[in-house]
Nanobody, 123 residues
């Protein structure tokens, strides 16, 4: 059974930085895409970033130039968040596809989801 476990997150001031990590387990080596979505209270889930096994990354428009996704291995990814804004406040979810290697911005394309970790940006 595939499991995704997020770590990091927490509280930051506007302009500050945080890092999220995600470790996937329960599968043999594969090349499927992984990434991050977020959901703020009262809003729909939003694509944050995704990365292929080869390291090709894609970002949501609201985080481009501020967030960086990286992949250490087939089953671990990081999200470095800089220049944080109050509107970045949300629960952040690590996601993984079942087969496809390319990241895409649609939530329905991802078969596996972590439990989520809270990020709060406030002064």
């Amino acid at each position: 059974q595939v499991q995704l476990v997020e770590s990091g997150g927490g509280l930051a001031q506007p302009g500050g930085s945080l890092r999220l990590s995600c470790a996937a387990s329960g599968f043999m080596f594969d090349t499927s895409a992984m990434g991050w979505f977020r959901q703020a209270p009262g809003k729909e889930r939003e694509f944050v970033a995704g990365i292929s096994w080869h390291g090709d990354a894609d970002y949501g428009n609201s985080v481009k130039g501020r967030f960086t996704i990286s992949r250490d291995s087939s089953n671990t990814i990081d999200l470095r968040m800089n220049s944080l804004k109050p509107e970045d406040t949300a629960i952040y979810y690590c996601v993984k596809k079942h087969y496809e290697s390319a990241p895409t911005p649609q939530a329905r394309d991802y078969s596996y989801w972590g439990q989520g970790t809270q990020v709060t940006v406030t002064s």
